[in-house]
C-alpha cells in the first residue's frame, strides 16, 4: 500500500463563520482563525480544511460564490488569508480549500451576463432550456424544497439550480466553462494550498437531455437525483481535472459525493484511475433516517451502523481510501445524535471518537467536536438560520398545514444549525466567540462545555483526541492496518480488529448506556500486549476473552 501524507493525516474543519470572531462584529472571520491556530496544533491537527471565505452573498452561507478570487468582506481581506496560510504552514500544518463549482451564485459575473441575452457568449456557462407546457423545463424538485428551475423574465427561460435559487448550476459540458475552473484551481494552488475539498462534485454531469423523473404520485416536483448524481461524464471531466490540475501538484483531494456506492467509489478514489483520492460519502448519515428522508426521524439501530461501516472499510481496502467523519457543517453533533449528550456526554464522545479514529481511513475532525459540543434546541423558528431548515418549515407548516411540535423536534434533531452554532471558547459572554452580537445564538450550555475548561482539564474530551490523534501517529497499524468487524449481531457493542504486519488492533466500544458483557469470539486469536487508550479508569488486564463494558466505554488493546 502506498504510504502518503495525506493518508496519515487528521484534518479539523473550519466553518469560519462560527469559528471565533476577531472584531467583535458577531461573524467568525480569518484573523479569528489565526488566533487559535496553537490551539489546532496543540490538538495534533495536520490539515485545516477551511470552508467557504469567498465573496458570497450568502445566501447558502458562503456556497453561493459569487467570486472565486476574491475573499468575503465579513471574513476579511486577502492579504489576511496569505497571513493565514503563511501562519498555517509555518507551524507545520496543511490548508485545503473548500472547491464549489457545481453551482455559483447568481451574482457572479459570469451568471450576470448568461442572464442578458440568449447569445451572450456566457448563456452556455449555465444550464437554459426553455418551458414545457406553460411548466418548467422538468419536474425536478431542488434539494432547498420547491421546484429546481427558476423563471427568468427577460429571456423568456428558465435555468436549473439543484440547490437554492441564488445557486445557478454551472454548465460542465461547455469545455470553457472547465477551462475558467481549471485556471481558478491553478490560481489557488499556486498560491501554496494543500488541496480541496470538492463541494457536491459528483452532481455536475448531468443525464443529457435532463428527462422527467418518475412520478408515480403526481407529485407537483419529484427527486431528479438518478439524473445528476455520478452522471454519465463525471469520470471523464474528473479525470481531465486531474490531468489538467490536480496531477501536477503533491496536494490532497477530497469529493463531496452525496449517494455515492462503494463500487463507484472506487473508481473514483482508484489512483490508477487519476481522478481523487478519497470521498466523503452519506450512506452512514442516513441511518437513522425513515422513509421519507432525513426529517423522518428514526433511532440508529447499530447492527446498521456496522454493516455500512464494515463495507466501506472492506470494500475500499487496498484499492481507494476512506474519509472517516461523524460531524460536518451539515451534519447534526454526534454526541447528540449516536451518543448520549446529557448523563454521559464525556463518555460518549470519547468512545465515539475511539470508534471512529481506530478506522483506516483519514479522519476529520468538525469545529467543536474535539470538546464536546451538543444539539441546540431553539425556542423559536425565528432563531434558526439556515436555508435548508427555514424552507422546509416553511412548506410543511406554513403552507402544509403540519404540527409545528413536530417539525421542530425535527429540527432540534437533524437541523444544520446544531453544528453551526458559534465555538464555545471560554465562560464568558457568548462563550467568547465574540464580543459583539453573535449572528447565530451561542449554545447556552458554554458555561459548562468550553475549550479554556477542556484544555485545563487532564481528562477532558479535549485531551483525550490529542491522546487519539497522537497513537495513529505512533502506530502505522491503525492508518494501514486491515480491517475485520468481530460480534457482527450485537446491539450494543460495535467491535473491530485491526492487522498489519503481525501486529493487531482489539477495538471495542459500547454504544449503550447499559453495562454489556463482550466476549471474544472463539474464532478470533487475540493476545494482549499493551493497552493503547480507553475512556474510563482501567487497571491493566491481559485477558480480553470476556469482560464488562461500563456505558459507552471503549478500549483499545495493542496485540498479536
Not at 473550519?14 to 479569528?32: E, H, L, Q, T, V
Not at 423563471?151 to 439543484?162: G, R
Not at 490560481?187 to 480541496?196: A, E, M, Q, S
Given at each position: 500500500?502506498?504510504?502518503?501524507?495525506?493518508?496519515?493525516?487528521?484534518?479539523?474543519?473550519?466553518?469560519?463563520?462560527?469559528?471565533?470572531?476577531?472584531?467583535?462584529?458577531?461573524?467568525?472571520?480569518?484573523?479569528?482563525?489565526?488566533?487559535?491556530?496553537?490551539?489546532?496544533?496543540?490538538?495534533?491537527?495536520?490539515?485545516?480544511?477551511?470552508?467557504?471565505?469567498?465573496?458570497?452573498?450568502?445566501?447558502?452561507?458562503?456556497?453561493?460564490?459569487?467570486?472565486?478570487?476574491?475573499?468575503?468582506?465579513?471574513?476579511?481581506?486577502?492579504?489576511?488569508?496569505?497571513?493565514?496560510?503563511?501562519?498555517?504552514?509555518?507551524?507545520?500544518?496543511?490548508?485545503?480549500?473548500?472547491?464549489?463549482?457545481?453551482?455559483?451564485?447568481?451574482?457572479?459575473?459570469?451568471?450576470?451576463?448568461?442572464?442578458?441575452?440568449?447569445?451572450?457568449?456566457?448563456?452556455?456557462?449555465?444550464?437554459?432550456?426553455?418551458?414545457?407546457?406553460?411548466?418548467?423545463?422538468?419536474?425536478?424538485?431542488?434539494?432547498?424544497?420547491?421546484?429546481?428551475?427558476?423563471?427568468?423574465?427577460?429571456?423568456?427561460?428558465?435555468?436549473?439550480?439543484?440547490?437554492?435559487?441564488?445557486?445557478?448550476?454551472?454548465?460542465?459540458?461547455?469545455?470553457?466553462?472547465?477551462?475558467?475552473?481549471?485556471?481558478?484551481?491553478?490560481?489557488?494552488?499556486?498560491?501554496?494550498?494543500?488541496?480541496?475539498?470538492?463541494?457536491?462534485?459528483?452532481?455536475?454531469?448531468?443525464?443529457?437531455?435532463?428527462?422527467?423523473?418518475?412520478?408515480?404520485?403526481?407529485?407537483?416536483?419529484?427527486?431528479?437525483?438518478?439524473?445528476?448524481?455520478?452522471?454519465?461524464?463525471?469520470?471523464?471531466?474528473?479525470?481531465?481535472?486531474?490531468?489538467?490540475?490536480?496531477?501536477?501538484?503533491?496536494?490532497?483531494?477530497?469529493?463531496?459525493?452525496?449517494?455515492?456506492?462503494?463500487?463507484?467509489?472506487?473508481k473514483y478514489t482508484d489512483l490508477t484511475r487519476d481522478e481523487l483520492q478519497m470521498v466523503f460519502q452519506f450512506e452512514h448519515m442516513d441511518l437513522d433516517s425513515g422513509p421519507n428522508g432525513k426529517w423522518d426521524l428514526k433511532p440508529l439501530d447499530l447492527r446498521d451502523l456496522k454493516n455500512s461501516i464494515s463495507k466501506w472499510q472492506t470494500g475500499l481496502h487496498g484499492v481507494g481510501w476512506n474519509s472517516l467523519y461523524l460531524n460536518n457543517h451539515d451534519q447534526p453533533r454526534i454526541v447528540s445524535r449516536f451518543g448520549n449528550d446529557a448523563a454521559y456526554r464525556v463518555e460518549s464522545a470519547k468512545m465515539l471518537g475511539t470508534f471512529l479514529h481506530m478506522l483506516q481511513g483519514t479522519p476529520y475532525v468538525y469545529q467543536g467536536e474535539e470538546i464536546g459540543m451538543t444539539n441546540i434546541k431553539f425556542d423559536s423558528i425565528d432563531a434558526y438560520k439556515d436555508i435548508e431548515i427555514l424552507n422546509m418549515y416553511n412548506e410543511k407548516v406554513v403552507e402544509g398545514n403540519g404540527d409545528p411540535n413536530k417539525v421542530m423536534e425535527s429540527i432540534y434533531v437533524k437541523g444544520r444549525d446544531n453544528a453551526r452554532t458559534p465555538v464555545q471558547w471560554d465562560d464568558s459572554e457568548n462563550g467568547g466567540f465574540t464580543t459583539g452580537e453573535p449572528w447565530l445564538q451561542v449554545n447556552p450550555n458554554y458555561k459548562e462545555i468550553n475549550a479554556k475548561q477542556a484544555v485545563a482539564d487532564p481528562n477532558s474530551i479535549y485531551h483525550y483526541y490529542r491522546q487519539l490523534i497522537e497513537l495513529r501517529k505512533k502506530h502505522e497499524i491503525i492508518v494501514y492496518g486491515d480491517y475485520h468487524l468481530i460480534l457482527p449481531d450485537h446491539d450494543k457493542i460495535y467491535a473491530y480488529m485491526r492487522t498489519y504486519e503481525g501486529e493487531k488492533l482489539l477495538v471495542v466500544t459500547n454504544f449503550s448506556e447499559e453495562q454489556v458483557e463482550f466476549m471474544l469470539p472463539h474464532d478470533v486469536s487475540f493476545e494482549v500486549k499493551e493497552r493503547l487508550i480507553g475512556n474510563y479508569d482501567s487497571s491493566e488486564m491481559n485477558d480480553v476473552t470476556s469482560f464488562m463494558l461500563k456505558p459507552y466505554e471503549a478500549r483499545v488493546y495493542k496485540g498479536e
Open positions: 500500500m502506498d504510504k502518503t501524507w495525506w493518508k496519515e493525516s487528521v484534518v479539523y474543519q473550519i466553518y469560519p463563520r462560527s469559528f471565533n470572531d476577531s472584531n467583535g462584529d458577531g461573524i467568525g472571520d480569518i484573523k479569528g482563525i489565526i488566533e487559535k491556530l496553537d490551539y489546532l496544533k496543540e490538538l495534533g491537527i495536520d490539515v485545516i480544511w477551511l470552508s467557504p471565505v469567498y465573496q458570497s452573498p450568502n445566501d447558502d452561507n458562503g456556497y453561493d460564490i459569487s467570486d472565486y478570487q476574491a475573499i468575503m468582506d465579513e471574513f476579511g481581506t486577502m492579504a489576511d488569508w496569505e497571513e493565514l496560510l503563511d501562519e498555517i504552514h509555518h507551524r507545520g500544518m496543511k490548508l485545503i480549500m473548500d472547491l464549489v463549482v457545481n453551482h455559483s451564485s447568481d451574482e457572479h459575473a459570469w451568471f450576470r451576463e448568461s442572464k442578458k441575452s440568449k447569445d451572450n457568449p456566457y448563456r452556455d456557462y449555465y444550464i437554459w432550456r426553455p418551458g414545457k407546457n406553460g411548466n418548467e423545463p422538468n419536474n425536478w424538485q431542488s434539494t432547498f424544497s420547491g421546484s429546481a428551475w427558476e423563471y427568468d423574465e427577460n429571456t423568456d427561460e428558465y435555468f436549473l439550480h439543484i440547490f437554492s435559487k441564488k445557486q445557478p448550476d454551472l454548465n460542465w459540458e461547455n469545455p470553457r466553462l472547465r477551462e475558467e475552473v481549471y485556471q481558478m484551481m491553478r490560481w489557488w494552488l499556486d498560491k501554496g494550498i494543500d488541496g480541496f475539498r470538492m463541494d457536491v462534485i459528483n452532481f455536475i454531469s448531468k443525464v443529457p437531455g435532463l428527462p422527467d423523473a418518475p412520478n408515480p404520485n403526481g407529485e407537483k416536483y419529484v427527486s431528479g437525483t438518478k439524473y445528476f448524481k455520478n452522471g454519465p461524464r463525471i469520470h471523464e471531466f474528473l479525470q481531465e481535472m486531474n490531468q489538467e490540475v490536480l496531477g501536477n501538484y503533491d496536494i490532497m483531494t477530497v469529493g463531496e459525493m452525496p449517494g455515492v456506492d462503494v463500487e463507484e467509489a472506487k
